[in-house]
């Protein structure tokens, strides 16, 4: 499965951006699809995820304000970012854990989208 994010950019504080993730390969493998994110100098860490039959979890730090979508027909997972802040700048990667055996899975990583948001 190959993932490829889009939709980064600058954005005010208090603004929205929207990320989008097409994947493409052996999707039907897809367990679960989401977002990472990794600031400048701090470990990556968990945005959002959902799962194939539509259940989703949040960080706690996005709960509210960050809303992730699946378009199975497409093969695409959006993230709505809403009410954006400074502390939200980073690499955003879309994630896919894929199930390639009966006990077996790995994961996947796009090559990431950067979002800046101002103050």
């Known amino acids: 499965v190959q993932l490829v994010e889009s939709g980064g950019g600058l954005v005010q504080a208090g603004g929205s951006l929207r990320l989008s993730c097409v994947a493409s390969?052996?999707?039907?493998?897809?367990?679960?699809i989401g977002w990472y994110r990794q600031a400048p100098g701090k470990q990556r860490e968990f945005v959002a995820t959902?799962?194939?039959?539509?259940?989703?979890n949040y960080a706690d730090s996005v709960k509210g304000r960050f809303t992730i979508s699946r378009d199975n027909g497409k093969n695409t997972v959006h993230l709505q970012m809403n009410s954006l802040k400074p502390e939200d700048t980073a690499v955003y990667y879309c994630?896919?854990?894929?199930?390639?055996?009966?006990?077996?899975?790995?994961?996947?990583w796009g090559q990431g989208t950067l979002v800046t948001v101002s103050s």
């Open positions: 994630n896919a854990l894929l199930q390639v055996s009966i006990e077996g899975t790995v994961e996947e």
């Open positions: 390969g052996s999707t039907y493998q897809i367990k679960t």
């Open positions: 959902i799962a194939s039959a539509g259940s989703t």
